[in-house]
């Protein structure tokens, strides 16, 4: 297109964009108006894209980060030809696929869901990791930010790792537009203040004007010359651009514009322009799965080994059999053992430092190109990335979470380091999937599991030793449990899962001699829960007694509360959990004084049976 063919396009996306907010009578079209001529230019001139195939190897990956400005994407599809004029105007409504803030959940051309600003960066760092070290197929990745969004974290947490990396298929455009949600954002219009931000951490910058399209087509080829760094194009532009009412003036945040029609007629009228985007580069196929036969590890019975330790041999094991498979860490590798995959596949491992919300945005990024990823940090320290794992649900990304270091047993290093949140977190998550084993086949066992499995998986991995229970040979569905205590004489059943199965073991040993007999239950999955074995136990023994390493909000306690939740009746249910701030004391010592060992178990048993133990 000419310099009046790419302004054209640029008003007809500007139109466009109005009338989508106007037949919602919602949206933020004066967001979207600012960032049109951005988009015409890389739609008509850079974007190699096949939209009929999404999934080509070769195509450019574009995403929205600002993405409230949808009716400018969507805008975008129509000038395309991927969606039709009438499905435009379904924006916002119930059942149209054209939604509040775009998600791949309902569109093959999304990479990622966005609309909790400051994502869409990360994630496209994870993709362009993707892209320059496994895909090798010379896509770019396109990223579109807007200014507020720069004020979070997980941006320079992005813009950091990215030059560390040397990113050079990596381009952010910034819609530096000077407006928020409620004013002035906090750097305006003053590019170089973003600019120095940008280089200090290794990047090409280039500044522009957002709405000169030929100095916009400029900077883009700039970038794409640009060679061992990622580019970062600074875009001065004017909210509500074009249409005088509306134009760089505060308050008409995320509000459709008074006049619609007025304002169409200001911006030329309606227009039908059709953009044919660029194909791709003709290029090999990505990677497959891969065929090889996976040899989980195997340990024998009475063996003592941390689950931390099983979950980085069964990972290397899995990594083995399937290239699709990627390992990312925090900086603890050391510590939650996914060093093990490093050594024997350091290819597909990527090292994230300490920089959580990164770690899960490059998983998502991950997952987006088709791989298997296991990202791998303390179970405490997910809790900063708690908005890339919600968000990650929003996607559907079939991402992999491990926790390692839960809870009290950990020991002395103290209740910073305890996970002690980490299974209420991972079970509000939508669709997830939460496994908290307890000994080593276990452990490796539910890992190769997670493979087949959809959303966001977690699992529960702890520091000490601890026995092995199960034969190499034992099976553990994912939504099972496993009975490991029971009889006729049951009086109550105690369920537990990871560091508290032994517990639970132990206490019931030392009870039988009393003429106590409890049922034990290894809740291996906390979510989805075995509602036919904990309603069977309840019927037989009458009282259910839970055990967790866990604070007792929304953990495994809650997990079996939920099995009863149809309208039948609940039985009686008590539950031992962490609940005072543990300080530094040796694992035991942490165990009985949070009341979830042995002797707490058993002395709880007691007093629900009603026996009295006379000294």
Known sequence: MNTEELVELGQQLRVDSVRAAAAAA??????????????????????????ERPAHPGNDRFILSKGHASPLLYSAYKAAGVIDDEELLTFRRLGSRLEGHPTP??????????????????????????????????????????????????????????GHEHLDNLIVIVDVNRLGQRGETRHGHDLDAYARRFRAFDWHTVEVDGHDVDAVDRAYAEALATEG?????????????????????????????????????????????????????????????????????????????????????????????????????????DSTRAEYFAKEHPERYFECY???????????????????????????????????????????????????HAGVAIGQDGPSQMGLEDLAMMRAVHGSTVLYPCDANQTAKLLAATVGLAGVRYLRTSRGGSEVIYGPDEEFPVGGSKVLRSSDADRLTVVAAGVTVPEALAAADALEPEGIRIRV??????????????????????????????????????????????????????????????????????????????DSIATAARLLVEQVIVA
């Open 521 to 598: 239950i290894d809740l291996y999955s906390v979510k989805p829960v075995d509602r036919e074995t904990l309603r069977r136990a309840a019927e037989e023994t009458g009282c259910l007694l839970t055990v967790e390493d866990h604070h007792p909000e929304g953990g495994l306690g809650d997990a079996v509360l939920d099995a009863f939740t149809d309208g039948g009746p609940v039985p009686r249910l008590v539950r031992l959990a962490v609940r005072t701030m543990p300080g530094s004391a040796d694992p035991d010592e942490q165990l009985h004084a949070a009341g979830i060992d042995a």
């Open 26 to 51: 919602s949206g933020h079209p004066t967001s979207s108006m600012s960032a049109a001529d951005l988009m015409a230019v890389l739609l008509a001139h850079h974007l190699r894209y096949d939209f």
């Open 105 to 162: 959940r309902r569109l093959p051309w999304v990479e990622t869901a966005t609309g909790s600003l400051g994502q869409g960066l990360p994630v496209g760092v994870g993709i362009a990791l993707a892209g320059q070290r496994l895909d090798r197929t010379g896509y770019r990745v396109w990223v579109m930010c807007g200014d507020s969004e720069l004020a979070e974290g997980s941006v320079w947490e992005a813009a950091e790792h990215a």
């Open 229 to 333: 760094r990622p580019i970062a194009v600074l875009a001065r532009t004017l909210k509500g651009k074009g249409v005088a009412d509306a134009e760089d003036r505060e308050g008409l945040h995320g509000k459709p514009l008074k006049d619609a029609d007025e304002a169409i007629a200001e911006l030329g009228g309606t227009r039908a322009i059709r953009v044919r985007v660029q194909e791709p580069p003709t290029t090999r196929s990505l990677h497959s799965a891969g065929s090889g036969q996976l040899e989980l590890p195997r340990w024998e019975k009475g063996e003592r080994v941390p689950t931390r330790d099983a979950f980085g041999r069964a990972l290397t094991a899995l990594g083995t059999a399937r290239s699709d498979v990627v390992a990312l860490d925090g900086e603890v590798g």
């Open 354 to 404: 300490i920089a959580e919300q990164q770690m899960v945005a490059a998983a998502v990024g991950m997952a987006a190109r088709g791989r298997v990823p296991y990202a791998t940090t303390f179970a405490a320290f997910l809790t900063r990335a708690y908005d890339f794992v919600r968000m990650a649900a929003v996607s559907g990304a079939g991402i992999n979470l491990v926790g390692s």
